[in-house]
């Protein structure tokens, strides 16, 4: 895998940051110094707790019958049979399976909320083919009715992106599924980096061929694309240049700081691509301008190119049979995922669809059961590293979420019955060890827009 160094453009992620010499000494000073619109998230209270006697798929790929699973502080403790107690409060798992909880890779949440109407639809800035500057967080609406809905389809993690109508759309984000937050930074992810957000085939150059201006065809995108990294690589050359005391730096541009993020690792590349050849051009962009791609979404083609993409080290985001709506979406099957699982490459289930979030499980279970039907031998436990461990791959969180494995976030989900089972529910979601959601309990008052609903309604 090729270096994420770029050394022209390093400079570029810390450009409008002044360096700090000493560490804050108080919280109210540490406020003044984050970074503008950081993480604020703080898990909720949690109790050490133990799921005693559970079927549990560890994210990992393996299956453990009549295991416990220990969370404590938040963490996971161990997995294993006859863990002791030591004081945490114990759940009954017989008959139950335990899981890592559900991260969606590709989502819009917030951007393109409910109630779906023209006036909360702001997850696509259709002004110019680049709007590398803007941010989906900066759209996201925290009321949306469709984070607790989420929660309860045992989602604890997505990652919201903005459209797919331009070359570049924007930064993406990583966010908890936080019941009653009041700030987007409420919801973040601590630490997960921004992703950009990009777009080939027919969505930019339809949006701007109708317009009679570029990109109008193929090879209109990738040119824009290449001239944008290049122009990435000029203005980091410029701030270089001003570092080293030759001449003044230019304007801030946040377009440019996002681009140099990506060609110095710092923001992780999520690309909206469907044809294999499309896949392949984009490939030979990344390997011109040395920056890395995390992942391609609905990735309709990917089968065709597994082995580009294990070389690559690139997940594949995809539906388990959605496709064929537009005619760069054609050519799709329905064993696309298990295809590329089985070639050794990095298969994500995800939603990009309001609705199709609160069922990610039984997308996983339609893309297993024709997996086996072409004589794919995939164990249920393989199947679930495409709802947990690898889109937390794609996301760069791995090290934090996604596996049972000791040490990382108490992200955990009891399920009613094999959760790869139509007829399975979400019984118990943990986020941070805590219980943020209970079938059947009212853990959470509803969104305030549902709340103000639900008022008016009772007045009637």
Same mark, same amino acid.
């Given at each position: 895998?090729?270096?994420?160094?770029?050394?022209?453009?390093?400079?570029?992620?810390?450009?409008?940051?002044?360096?700090?010499?000493?560490?804050?000494?108080?919280?109210?000073?540490?406020?003044?110094?984050?970074?503008?619109?950081?993480? *604020?998230?703080?898990?909720?209270?949690?109790?050490? *707790?133990?799921?005693?006697?559970?079927?549990?798929?560890?994210?990992?790929?393996?299956?453990?019958?009549?295991?416990?699973?220990?969370?404590?502080?938040?963490?996971?403790?161990?997995?294993?049979?006859?863990?002791?107690?030591?004081?945490?409060?114990?759940?009954?798992?017989?008959?139950?399976?335990?899981?890592?909880?559900?991260?969606?890779a590709h989502s819009h949440l917030?951007?393109?909320?409910?109630?779906?109407?023209?006036?909360?639809?702001?997850?696509?800035?259709?002004?110019?083919?680049?709007?590398?500057?803007?941010?989906?967080? #900066?759209?996201?609406?925290?009321?949306?009715?469709?984070?607790?809905?989420?929660?309860?389809?045992?989602? *604890?993690? @997505?990652?919201?992106?903005?459209?797919?109508?331009?070359?570049?759309?924007?930064?993406?984000? *990583? @966010?908890?599924?936080?019941?009653?937050?009041?700030?987007?930074?409420?919801?973040?992810?601590?630490?997960?980096?921004?992703?950009?957000?990009?777009?080939?085939?027919?969505?930019?150059?339809?949006?701007?061929?109708?317009?009679?201006?570029?990109?109008?065809?193929?090879?209109?995108?990738?040119?824009?694309?290449?001239?944008?990294?290049?122009?990435?690589?000029?203005?980091?050359?410029?701030?270089?240049?001003?570092?080293?005391?030759?001449?003044?730096?230019?304007?801030?541009?946040?377009?440019?700081?996002?681009?140099?993020?990506?060609?110095?690792?710092?923001?992780?590349?999520?690309?909206?691509?469907?044809?294999?050849?499309?896949?392949?051009?984009?490939?030979?962009?990344?390997?011109?301008?040395?920056?890395?791609?995390?992942?391609? #979404?609905?990735?309709?083609?990917?089968?065709?190119?597994?082995?580009?993409?294990?070389?690559?080290?690139?997940?594949?985001?995809?539906?388990?049979?959605?496709?064929?709506?537009?005619?760069?979406?054609?050519?799709?099957?329905?064993?696309?995922?298990?295809?590329?699982?089985?070639?050794?490459?990095?298969?994500?289930?995800?939603?990009?669809?309001?609705?199709?979030?609160?069922?990610?499980?039984?997308?996983?279970?339609?893309?297993?059961?024709?997996?086996?039907?072409?004589?794919?031998?995939?164990?249920?436990?393989?199947?679930?590293?495409?709802?947990s461990r690898n889109p937390a791959?794609?996301?760069?969180?791995?090290?934090?979420?996604?596996? @049972?494995?000791?040490?990382?976030?108490?992200?955990?989900?009891?399920?009613?019955?094999?959760?790869?089972?139509?007829?399975?529910?979400?019984?118990?979601?943990?986020?941070?060890?805590? @219980?943020?959601?209970?079938?059947?309990?009212?853990?959470?008052?509803?969104?305030?827009?549902?709340?103000?609903?639900?008022?008016?309604?009772?007045?009637?």
């Amino acid at each position: 895998m090729r270096s994420r160094l770029h050394p022209v453009v390093a400079l570029l992620a810390g450009f409008a940051l002044t360096a700090c010499a000493t560490a804050p000494e108080t919280e109210e000073e540490a406020a003044d110094e984050r970074a503008p619109f950081a993480s *604020t998230y703080t898990p909720r209270p949690s109790t050490p *707790t133990l799921i005693r006697g559970a079927t549990v798929l560890d994210g990992n790929g393996a299956e453990f019958e009549n295991a416990d699973v220990l969370m404590r502080e938040g963490r996971i403790v161990a997995v294993g049979p006859n863990l002791s107690t030591d004081g945490a409060t114990v759940v009954d798992g017989v008959g139950r399976f335990v899981t890592p909880g559900i991260i969606d890779a590709h989502s819009h949440l917030g951007v393109y909320p409910a109630p779906s109407i023209p006036a909360t639809s702001d997850g696509n800035e259709l002004t110019q083919p680049n709007t590398a500057e803007v941010w989906a967080e #900066h759209s996201v609406w925290p009321q949306d009715p469709g984070f607790q809905r989420a929660v309860a389809g045992g989602v *604890t993690t @997505l990652h919201v992106l903005p459209g797919s109508g331009n070359l570049f759309g924007g930064r993406g984000v *990583t @966010l908890r599924p936080v019941l009653g937050a009041r700030t987007v930074q409420e919801m973040k992810f601590p630490d997960a980096p921004h992703s950009l957000k990009m777009a080939c085939g027919e969505n930019p150059s339809r949006v701007y061929g109708t317009r009679n201006s570029s990109p109008a065809t193929g090879m209109g995108n990738v040119a824009g694309y290449r001239q944008a990294f290049a122009n990435a690589q000029r203005y980091a050359r410029r701030v270089q240049d001003a570092e080293d005391g030759n001449g003044e730096p230019p304007d801030r541009d946040l377009e440019m700081e996002t681009l140099g993020g990506v060609l110095n690792g710092d923001i992780i590349l999520q690309w909206h691509c469907y044809r294999a050849d499309e896949m392949a051009t984009a490939i030979e962009i990344s390997r011109e301008f040395d920056f890395e791609i995390a992942a391609f #979404h609905h990735a309709v083609e990917a089968y065709k190119i597994t082995d580009l993409l294990v070389e690559e080290g690139i997940c594949a985001a995809i539906w388990a049979d959605w496709w064929g709506f537009k005619l760069e979406g054609y050519d799709g099957i329905r064993e696309n995922i298990p295809f590329v699982h089985a070639g050794g490459g990095c298969a994500v289930v995800h939603s990009d669809s309001e609705v199709g979030i609160q069922r990610l499980n039984q997308e996983a279970a339609k893309a297993l059961a024709d997996g086996r039907r072409a004589g794919l031998q995939i164990t249920r436990a393989e199947a679930w590293t495409w709802l947990s461990r690898n889109p937390a791959r794609a996301l760069q969180i791995d090290d934090e979420t996604g596996t @049972l494995e000791p040490g990382r976030r108490a992200d955990v989900v009891v399920w009613s019955a094999d959760p790869l089972s139509s007829y399975a529910v979400a019984e118990r979601v943990y986020i941070d060890g805590a @219980l943020i959601y209970e079938r059947s309990q009212v853990n959470d008052r509803p969104s305030d827009f549902e709340l103000g609903q639900s008022y008016r309604e009772s007045m009637q």
